[in-house]
């Protein structure tokens, strides 16, 4: 069935049980899921030969490992297989879509492309999904899972994940979203795989915090506590023994409450109490677990920014008494070179692991980047892997982290000090030792890192713990996590097999249904393209319509030749208003005939900024009176969608005109001009002025060859080639 691989008994058995259902395959890492997902394409190729099989990764990486795994085992031609990722164009990607077999996609690109109908789901007769855990909520996974079980003429789903987790809900929430319909599981104890599962020895270092650490400590928790007990005063909260979990529906729901309009001096203080609470709350996290280094940088940090900052949280946080005690001391310690005692017993098992393979996680790059310096006093071989940049930080792009991972395979050094980004969606090789520099809260997360070893040899896991801190909570935490998610999912097996849980259509889908059957003729909406992240758009793709994904001049939504809408939610109203964009939008949206604004959200829009109500009453006048501007209220975006559906409906009513893709004519002969250049192929308004400012006239432009054109700065050959072709082309009604 596929080259150089033989099927284990076990994938045979979960192979043959998945060819016929939508399956969610639970596998240890190094198990093979992507020799299932091989058998299965093969399987459905041949039943349906002229069909498609999509796998889709979160990252480019993992789909480049993919692609790589099935050219080496798939008997199949080179052009069957395609990648698609956001550095592809559409248009390629629409091509090669047409030409191949078996295509390996990153979800947010093709989530493009089935919104804008340059792909067609129905081809399709196995989805796979790598990292199912991921398909919850509003990521990728779950929009295209929905369109495919909708369009595809033979329809069958493989998921594939280590750990999707240790919440019935969550599970829950993945199988349904998946439309899962048999799940098959597999642990390290079960008799079918236990041969091929090798010795992971697994090791935990405890240390205890030395007396300076337990000063800054007990001076953090009176500083914390006394926070929470001002809240507790005035009455939002029953204990000062709260979980970070539990602090933070507490701020939500604060915070949901001064939306609602209600502005109490003990509702705003005690919000402000909070922040600060969390924020010394992530200090002592970073004291019990980390070590001075990554407190001090913190502190500083804080400091400093409380010097530039208005937030009434953190000036108030930096001026307390105990805050200041408890930098100063960090800052003693830090001078002297005082450090977490896990740092010596690190460098105590880099050198009893010398010329071993290791991979050492940990959770911040300030740590990282003080294990590197010490270990580099080992004359130790080692590279620090992060993320991508974030705000005020340095960190790698994908390119460099592909050559990190290369250098790493190829023994370049023998240690890889990383963050959460070598968890997930990398091809990390196997190592002989893993070391966790502390315990993570989460099972999804501690069995991507102990998988980077004992895949193909046995293995070693050390987890460091510092005595009578968060880590032996976290210890314990994901242990349970993990047992509880091993029991979750064999009663989700069963119940499914049983058919207690239903996967079945949605309130929302009936109603779909029940649209989607309205003899009306096909609308179409135009979306400016920055508003695809919203929701919105999937909304609108969901109830029927036609969506063309562009770059708009004026407004958000444009519905009709006449009519475009200019979309904002309740905060993004609000601070238009006080950053001056709003009459500069407004200005633009009266060119349509018929503009629109639609204000989303069910905030109070008085309690949104410091900003007198006066004001908002004014603006809200002036766009209703000045401008003539109508505007409508939805809760979110669901009644959005289906506001823009209705308006879009009656705009595109069969007795009236076709809809045209400007939005007004203009009025005199310098915008005419302009309209009428910049509705040629790939060419907006400033590429229709430089056009116009080349040759003058539009009778010019359009007598100019491919050559002439692409000497018009920055207009290129495809555009050229583009407009030439549209000019050339005979209309046929």
Known sequence: MLKNLKPRLYQETIFSKSTAKNTLV??????????????????RLKLYPESKILFLAPTKPLVQQHIETFKKHVEAE??????????????????????????????????????????????????????AHRASGDYSYVFIAKQYQKKAKYPLILGLTASPGSDLEKITEIC????IENIEVRTESDSDVKEYIQDVQIDWVKVDLPPAFLFIKNTIEKCYHSKLNEVKKFGFLNSVFMRKTE?????????????????????????????????????????????????????????????????KALKNLVADEQFRIIFEMTKKLYENNIEHPKIAELKKIVSNNKNKKMIIFTQYRDTASKIK?????????????????KKNETGLNQKQQKQIIEDFRNNLFDILIATSVAEEGLDVPSVDLVVFYEPIPSAIRTIQRRGRTGRNDSGKVIIMVANKTRDESYRWSTHHKEKRMHRILHDLKN?????????????????EKYQNKLKNKEIKIICDDREKSNGIVKQLVELGIKIDLKRLDIGDYQVSERCVIELKTVPDFVDSIIDGRLLEQLKSLTKADRPILILEGMEDIYSQRNIHPNAIRGMLSTIAVSYGIPIIQTKNNKETAELLHIIAKREQ??????FSLHSKKPISDKELQEYIVSSLPNVGPAMAKELLHKFRN??????????????????????????QRTLDKDYYL
């Open 26 to 43: 639970v596998l240890p890492t190094g198990l093979g899921k992507t020799a299932l997902a091989m058998m299965l394409a093969k399987h």
């Open 78 to 131: 080179e052009n069957d297989f395609a990648v698609f990722t956001g550095e592809i164009s559409p248009l390629k990607r629409e091509e090669l879509w047409k030409k191949s077999k078996i295509i390996f996609s990153t979800p947010q690109g093709l989530e493009n492309d089935a919104i804008s109908a340059k792909i067609d789901l129905g081809q399709i007769s196995l989805l796979i999904f790598d990292e």
């Open 176 to 179: 349904k979203n998946l439309f």
């Open 247 to 311: 602090l933070l529906e507490l701020m939500a729901k604060l915070h949901s409450m001064l939306n609602s309009g209600e502005k109490s001096m003990e509702l705003m203080r005690s919000i402000s109490l909070l922040a600060e609470a969390m924020k010394i709350h992530h200090a002592q996290e970073l004291l019990e677990t980390q070590g001075i280094h990554a407190l001090f940088m913190y502190l500083q940090k804080l400091m400093e920014e409380s010097t530039r900052t208005t937030v």
């Open 373 to 389: 310096k010490e270990l580099d006093l080992l004359n130790s071989k080692s590279v620090v892997f992060v993320g991508q940049a």
């Open 495 to 511: 119940k499914i097999a049983f058919k207690e849980l239903k996967i079945e259509k949605t309130a929302d889908e009936n109603l």
């Open 653 to 658: 009513d069969p007795e009236k005109k076709h």
């Open 698 to 723: 539009v009778r010019k432009i359009f007598n100019a060859n491919e050559e002439e054109l692409k000497k018009v700065p920055g207009l290129g050959d495809k555009t050229a080639k583009e407009i």
